[in-house]
């Protein structure tokens, strides 16, 4: 590739960020000082684009921003033409291309937050840090709901460092770091401050949270795990196929796919090599269930991935965990580490002939690259822009080969179904929705947190659990995406939620008294998604601009016409749209006009 | 010369109601076109692989949840499309309405045409509606980016860079309705690796992108197409044999375009080929 730089030089602080991640450079011809000698003949160092993500993580993490003279010297290593990497640096809303100060405040505005006061908050940052932009910004949801309102500062330097806050004033965010008065640099609450159910009976997927310490190899032995890899090596590939079809798994990100059926695709193509996506870009407004899982469980992952990749035969998957979850991170490179170091992962797991590893990518603050195809992109180093389909991951994914692509829930799942059988695991729940479901509970309740119910429970039972405050006047269902209800009667499984014409999406079950102004809620909804669409194609890039402005003339004076026109608009885009981002822009809007009658 | 391709297979598919044949492999556009059907297109270029982004050319397909793109879809054996059913037609009015409520569309050709087929009303947005209105950018002396006129199609960035030229000077920077084209940092293409072939003038759909000359032109109302005349020659600076397409106005020559089906170029040209006819 013929590259045209523009020779801006990188600080010291920024080579030396680079060269950390991508070890020094081998040749003047790939940004290394030129010698004389060089210069007699051309060398092409090996193209590596999927690095460009980490190695921009790199700069950003270490001085705050990326200058021209970073980007330049990042795309020397990585044989990057500048343009694109201006293009992918932009498009992630953690990264920043302008200076900015080393330490930044991330203020979560998103739902939960919104119902628990984040407006104040927001005016009382405003007021001591100075208008948004430099060293705070507003933030879509950061998964902290449990602890609404929250915020995230993240600290760039050698060692960069995070500090969540919640429940946050607005006042102590100002404090350096390490004496905030919340305990010592970086402390937060354990994970399973998130699970008001921890250490009950009963519980399948949250039984080690709060239980089991997540740092501990051998404590995750002594309560069963790798009991399930060792039962799906005696089962072999097809076995545990057989195992999770038969169990009627189906994906919890959302779209409610059979994993079985996913895992048979791609384990049949003949392309090789395989690739298995951990899809933990967990981003959709009100949902933590992944976090709580891979903070308080991270073995559970390890082991659910190896599992998957032995099924489907992958010798390398890719666990994409979002920007926002830096205690997620630690401890699943702890967790992954130990498995390599006790080889339960790399080479020849469990003297069983069988090698998988797993590479974890950050994400960098974009909620399209949870769309299963937008993160392929988002880890070859590309703009995490949605692919149309066909064809489908399974056939063409990651680096155009198949792919097997799964949430976290999903893959964890995938522990009890071969500990106790499928049959055991299909015993649970309802028969269109099999086993137990996570719900984040968030906004106007007692106790909120993530729970574990068996399919089938409704939505009174869970909220029974949760202990609704004040009046209650509508939950929304499945975040952004998904819908508002008010029958609490209506089944939590994927049916029954079809058929009340809502969604279970995510798992989402955000309560709203009647305290909380709809308007308000509706507006955030419009702006998340205005900020969030990639910008690809005209329906969602425009369409969401639009609902936006006609919701704010709508929140001062109702308008029949601006009724109609949503309603164009949201068809438009759940018709026309590329992705499951723009098709569902408009469904929490459409629902709170029909049912809830906020414009009446 | 063109190459011989494999013998392919044709497959049935039904058109309005109206039985096709066509190859394996084509997409729905094809097969409209083979039907004799308009289904209009902005972002699909007759060089370069669908990015299927306008979402102009929606249609219906019988047991799709969503509409299918008809420039990007390939026909499947006994596939039934609509490409003028209501939910198909209202699909491209609301595009058509979002794009002309936010885009300059008055150079994009058959635009005003099929805003009136489809009844379109951009102006029902209201007066207060987000556009990307902005000074054209006149940073060279060869072509003017007006991006107030930018659909977003990524044409002109596929052609710059791995589809054709392989200069990689602009891409997509920014996101939702921020994206836009850009060099790295925004800087002025002179400081880019623009090697100003101008073939992402060539492919641009709304005249975003179009030469000095006719940007002058225009400026100062003087260009008009009915008084030009198109002479494909070939050009004379290298043994290529390249194809040029010169736009003649008052025995001037106004613009270089070249043929699309000229099987060595496909339409695209150098900068000497593109640019260098001062000498005539």
Redesign the interface.
């Known amino acids: ?4 730089f ?1 020779d801006a030089q990188p600080s010291a602080e920024e080579r030396a960020a680079v060269d950390a991640l991508l070890g020094p450079p081998a040749t003047g011809w790939e940004g290394g000082a030129r010698t004389e000698a060089e210069l007699r003949y051309a060398a092409r160092p090996e193209p590596a684009r999927d690095l460009l993500l980490p190695a921009l993580h790199a700069v950003n993490d270490r001085v705050g921003w990326i200058s ?1 003279g970073a ?1 330049d010297y990042i795309c020397r290593r990585l044989t990057v ?7 992918v640096a ?2 992630y ?1 953690l990264l920043s ?1 302008k200076p900015r100060p080393a330490r930044v405040l991330h203020l979560c505005t998103d739902l939960a937050c919104q119902a628990r006061g984040a407006e104040d908050v927001r005016k009382r940052v405003e007021a001591r840090l100075g208008p948004a932009g430099s060293s705070w910004q507003p933030s879509p949801c950061l998964g902290l709901c449990e602890r609404a309102p929250a915020a995230l500062a993240i600290e760039a330097g050698e060692t960069p460092s995070t500090q969540v806050y919640g429940p946050v004033q607005g006042d102590e965010v100002t404090v350096p770091h390490g004496s905030n008065g919340h305990g010592p640099a970086g402390w937060e609450p354990p994970a399973e401050a998130a699970v008001p159910q921890a250490g009950r009976d009963g519980l399948v997927l949250l039984k080690r949270i709060g239980v089991v310490d997540p740092a501990g190899l051998d404590a995750y032995r002594a309560t069963g795990g790798y009991a399930a890899l060792r039962r799906a090596f005696q089962l072999g590939p097809a076995g545990v196929i057989r195992e999770v079809l038969e169990s009627g798994l189906v994906g919890r990100g959302g779209a409610a796919f059979p994993t079985g059926r996913k895992w048979d695709a791609t384990a049949r193509q003949p392309d090789h090599p395989h690739y298995l996506v951990c899809n933990a870009d967990e981003s959709e407004p009100g949902t933590f269930k992944d976090r709580v899982i891979m903070e308080g469980d991270p073995y559970a992952l390890v082991e659910a991935m190896t599992i998957a990749a032995y099924a489907t035969g992958c010798a390398k998957g890719y666990l994409y965990v979002r920007g926002e979850y830096p205690r997620a991170v630690r401890r699943l490179e702890h967790a992954m580490a130990t498995a390599r170091s006790r080889g339960l992962l790399g080479a020849d797991i469990l003297g069983q002939g069988f090698s998988f590893d797993i590479e974890l990518r950050r994400g960098a603050g ?1 909620y399209i690259c949870g769309e299963e195809t937008a993160i392929f992109n988002s880890i070859e180093g590309f ?1 995490g822009e949605p692919r ?1 389909k ?1 064809p489908f991951p399974v056939e063409k994914g990651l680096f155009g080969k198949p792919t097997v692509v799964n949430n976290v829930e999903t893959l964890v799942n995938v522990l009890p179904i071969l500990e106790h059988g499928a049959q055991a695991y299909a015993a649970v729940g309802t028969e269109g929705s099999t086993g137990t479901k996570l719900f984040c509970v968030s906004g106007s309740v007692d106790r909120p947190g993530i729970y574990e119910l068996p399919f089938g429970a409704t939505l009174r039972e869970l909220l029974d659990l949760a202990r609704p405050a004040g009046t209650l006047k509508a939950v929304l269902l499945g975040g952004a995406a998904g819908a508002f209800v008010t029958d609490l009667d209506v089944p939590l499984t994927f049916e029954g939620t079809r058929a009340a014409g809502a969604t279970l999406g995510s798992g989402v079950v955000l309560v709203l008294d009647d305290t909380v102004d709809l308007k308000h809620i509706l507006l955030r909804i419009a702006e998340f998604f ?10 969602c ?6 609902q936006e ?2 919701l704010h ?1 709508l929140s001062e004076r109702v308008d029949e ?1 601006d009724l109609l ?1 949503l309603r ?2 949201g ?2 885009m ?5 992705c499951g981002l723009g ?1 569902t822009a408009w469904n929490a809007v459409e629902s709170a006009i029909d049912r809830l009658g906020v414009y009446k | 010369m063109i190459p011989l391709q494999p013998p392919r297979r044709l497959v049935d598919v039904q058109i309005d109601g109206e039985t096709v044949r066509v190859p394996e492999g084509s997409t729905i556009l094809d097969a409209c076109q083979a039907a004799g059907k308009d289904v209009p297109t902005l972002c699909y270029g007759d060089t370069l692989t669908p990015k299927n982004a306008c979402r102009v050319c929606v249609v219906e397909v019988e047991g799709s949840r969503t509409l299918a793109p008809a420039c990007s879809r390939k026909v499947e054996a006994g596939m039934t499309v609509g490409t003028d059913t209501e939910r198909a037609r209202h699909s491209r009015k609301v595009v058509l309405e979002l794009l002309g409520s936010s885009v300059d569309l008055s150079t994009t050709p058959r635009a005003a045409g099929w805003i009136e087929e489809y009844g379109a009303e951009p102006g029902r947005f209201g007066d207060d509606a987000a556009t990307v209105e902005q000074p054209a950018k006149v940073d060279n002396e060869l072509y003017v980016r007006d991006y107030s006129k930018c659909i977003m199609c990524y044409k002109c960035v596929d052609a710059c860079g791995d589809q054709w030229q392989n200069s990689f000077a602009i891409a997509v920077a920014g996101r939702g309705f921020d994206s836009h084209i850009s060099t790295e940092f925004d800087a002025p293409l002179t400081d880019s690796a623009c090697v100003y072939c101008g073939n992402c003038v060539e492919v641009c759909p709304t005249g975003a992108l179009s030469f000095k000359s006719e940007f002058d032109m225009r400026a100062a109302g003087t260009w008009d197409e009915s008084r030009q005349t198109q002479t494909t020659t070939i050009c004379s600076y290298c043994g290529v044999g390249c194809n040029l397409t010169l736009h003649v106005q008052d025995n001037k020559i106004v613009k270089v375009s070249s043929p699309h089906d000229n099987p060595v170029t496909k339409g695209n040209l150098c900068v000497k080929g593109r640019f260098g006819y001062g000498y005539v």
């Open positions: 590739m013929d590259l045209r523009r021209e980007l033409p500048p343009a694109e990497a201006y293009g932009s498009f809303s291309l974009a703009r149309s066909p205005r900020d969030e669409s990639c910008g690809q194609c005209v329906p890039r425009v369409g969401t601009v639009r402005e006609a003339r016409s026109l164009e608009v068809r438009t759940r018709d026309a749209s590329i098709q």
